[in-house]
């Protein structure tokens, strides 16, 4: 049976980053294909005639197309964007979409998951990296390593600024992400490597399937490849020229392969794409006198790239952080190209070390320049490896990603349906928070006993109603509070921890459904006792509701003030 699929993608092509948009683009087309009714929501860049916010529709090789000019890719914005969730209700009604595919959203927004889940049968995310947890996507740290630590993102970047002048733990950011990509009906990871990595990082396994991207066979060409006219070994790096690929690892090796005038006319190497650093390595390349046998060719359309594959012996892959399924790989594996790449994340999975390729260091650019000069002296070498791919490319067709992502959408699909994360979560505010309570946030971690995950999410977030759902308690950090959010606790049998004062000593006194604390040190020993005994938080939330009256009674008329929502 046909299914009514909406496809969403922070980027889509034409413009498109990486390898997710273009797995994202793939299986659209192979689900039309196969007589589903696929339309997609993505995320474009802003332009003064597309401002941020602006949406416009098109036809992109017979899909269509709605993309939406994003507000922001910054950290503070990137995550939340309730006007990008009410234009992906919108589409939603207008083509009757009954599944909700995602892939990545950093810059839509994470909220846009609990709003589709709201209005669907069934929703899907595709993780293509670590954005559900990690908002540099990369778990690289400033220093270069990997970070080992979930709980620890304050050490990479301690605040964000959702609006101007209010400044908050990065702790309610990654919650809050956490939370909504949790509440997906299925997480789909390519590689066990991911899978792995998003359940240390607490999410539930039994909500994953591991599930390769696969590639496209029929585009890549299945013959044995051409040698060198020259007999030179050609090598091809490709990817994106930003540190986290390791393109400065590349460098270095270069230079100690181009200093052995022996190997001088024995190999060329072509590094395809573009980035942020392709400046710096084009003078690089001058500097270090590599122009001779490196060419930086920019970036190419798919087909060229694949033809640039074709004409190369050897792929290179030297990034220094855990990717998930590198797109190059996979075709490297299609095109029987010997593979180089390091020993880190996805890539084990994919490089037979010393079959189809080898598997080296990341960040050592003395061992990626020893196996190219294997392969520079010994050119059968590549051959051999390139046909060990050869032999084994069926076993990465996309068609039978394809066969079970039809399944695993279908809205009826059994054995899937799963209750969402019910993990507690505390829900913060009003005002900017002290000093205390942000460091109490930040290592707070540190303090908890084992087994007692919580979410720590801003108020302003938990304005989509499922949210609501999960809260244990309302936490308030200033006297100023909010009595509107006060009251919505209260009346939904959430009991509030507030710090003293005559309104809230009244209603705890007399009703119990407030929890009031002198200190932050207090604060965190409610905390700890709320999460750690589930009973205490039964009895807390029926006296919750008993104060729900009286704080209706007592609260101001500015309590019940309604505000129109902002554009964008």
Not at 109 to 114: C, D, S, W, Y
Not at 148 to 161: I, K, P, Q
Not at 417 to 442: D, K, M, Q, Y
Request: charged share 20%; hydrophobic share 45%.
């Amino acid at each position: 049976m046909p299914h009514r699929i909406l496809l969403v993608s922070n980027f889509f092509p034409p413009h498109t980053i990486g390898g997710a948009e273009i797995v994202a683009f793939r299986q659209a087309r192979a689900l039309i294909a196969r007589g589903h009714q696929v339309v997609v929501l993505a995320g474009a860049e802003p332009s003064d005639a597309a401002p941020p916010g602006w949406l416009r529709f098109d036809i992109y090789e017979g899909l269509p197309v709605y993309r939406l000019s994003l507000r922001s890719l910054s950290p503070d914005l990137n995550f939340y964007w309730p006007a990008a969730a009410r234009r992906l209700r919108a589409i939603i009604a207008a083509r009757g979409s009954d599944v909700v595919h995602f892939h990545n959203v950093m810059g839509l927004g994470a909220n846009l998951i609990p709003a589709a889940r709201s209005a669907v049968s069934r929703c899907v995310v595709t993780l293509h990296d670590h954005w559900g947890f990690c908002f540099r996507n990369t778990r690289l740290r400033e220093n270069g390593a990997i970070c080992e630590n979930h709980d620890e993102c304050a050490g990479c970047l301690s605040t964000v600024e959702p609006r101007a002048q209010v400044e908050l733990p990065m702790r309610l950011r990654r919650d809050f992400v956490a939370w909504c990509v949790a509440q997906a009906d299925r997480l789909l990871v390519p590689s066990a490597y991911l899978a792995c990595a998003y359940t240390q990082a607490g999410f539930s396994s039994d909500r994953m399937t591991v599930l390769s991207n696969g590639i496209d066979l029929e585009a890549i060409h299945d013959a044995p490849k051409d040698t060198a006219p020259d007999g030179a070994v050609r090598f091809l790096w490709s990817g994106y020229l930003g540190e986290h690929k390791g393109i400065s690892v590349l460098l270095d090796a270069l230079t100690q392969l181009v200093q052995d005038q022996a190997l001088s006319s024995r190999w060329q190497l072509t590094i395809a794409g573009e980035g942020h650093l392709r400046s710096k390595v084009e003078t690089q390349l001058k500097e270090r006198s590599l122009t001779g046998n490196v060419h930086c060719v920019g970036r190419l359309p798919r087909s060229g790239l694949l033809e640039l594959l074709r004409a190369s012996d050897v792929s290179v892959l030297t990034s220094i952080w855990p990717e998930n399924e590198p797109v190059t790989m996979l075709e490297a594996i299609a095109s029987g190209t010997a593979q180089i790449a390091t020993r880190i994340g996805g890539n084990a999975a994919l490089v037979e070390h010393m079959r189809s390729g080898f598997l080296i260091t990341p960040g050592d650019p003395d061992e990626l320049a020893h196996v190219m000069r294997r392969y520079i002296l010994d050119p059968t070498l590549a051959s051999q490896h390139g046909a060990r791919n050869r032999e084994r490319r069926s076993e990465f067709d996309e068609r039978r990603t394809i066969d079970k992502l039809e399944g695993i959408l279908a809205p009826d699909h059994h054995g899937q349906a799963l209750p969402v994360s019910r993990a507690p979560v505390i829900i913060c505010g009003t005002g900017i928070p002290p000093h205390p309570a942000v460091a109490l946030i930040e290592h707070i971690h540190d303090h908890l006993l084992p087994g007692m995950p919580a979410r720590f999410i801003w108020h302003e977030w938990a304005a989509e109603s499922e949210v609501w759902n999960d809260v244990a308690l309302v936490w308030l950090w200033d006297r100023n509070c909010s009595y509107s959010l006060f009251n919505v606790a209260l009346r939904r049998g959430v009991p509030v921890l507030a710090p003293i004062s005559d309104w809230a000593e009244g209603l705890s006194r007399h009703y119990g459904g407030v929890i009031l604390y002198r200190t932050y040190l207090e604060a965190f020993a409610a905390l700890r006792s709320l999460l750690s005994v589930p009973t205490l938080r039964t009895e807390f939330s029926w006296r919750a509701r008993a104060g729900s009256a009286a704080s209706t009674f007592l609260a101001p008329a500015s309590a019940f003030t309604l505000r129109s929502e902002a554009a964008v």
